[in-house]
Nanobody
Framework: QVQLVESGGGLVQAGGSLRLSCVAS????????MRWFRQAPGKDREFVAG??????NTLYADSVKGRFTISRDKNTVYLQMNSLKPEDTAVYYC???????????WGQGTQVTVSS
């Protein structure tokens, strides 16, 4: 049974930093792209960052480039978030998307709140 368990969310002031973690278990994740998404109240879920399990290639949304860094260590995917802004406030979700089938597993989400 695949599990993606996020942690690290919380309340931070604008300009501060947080590091989110996503522990992946239940299968091997070769040929998967690990992703972070976020969803703010009243808005659609949006892509934040992604990293390939096999080669660690990364991709970022324009809104977070230069501020967020996605990385992977063994079975944990991290999202280092610096220079946080109030508009970064959202529930952040970890996802694992198969590069072969496009099936996506989702975590339960972790709340990030940035105060101004």
């Amino acid at each position: 049974q695949v599990q993606l368990v996020e942690s690290g969310g919380g309340l931070v002031q604008a300009g501060g930093s947080l590091r989110l973690s996503c522990v992946a278990s239940g299968r091997t994740f070769n040929n998967y792209n690990m992703r972070w998404f976020r969803q703010a109240p009243g808005k659609d879920r949006e892509f934040v960052a992604g990293i390939n399990w096999n080669d660690d290639n990364t991709l970022y949304a324009d809104s977070v480039k230069g501020r967020f860094t996605i990385s992977r260590d063994k079975n944990t995917v991290y999202l280092q978030m610096n220079s946080l802004k109030p508009e970064d406030t959202a529930v952040y979700y970890c996802a694992a998307r198969s590069l072969l089938t496009q099936y996506t597993y989702w975590g339960q989400g972790t709340q990030v709140t940035v105060s101004s």
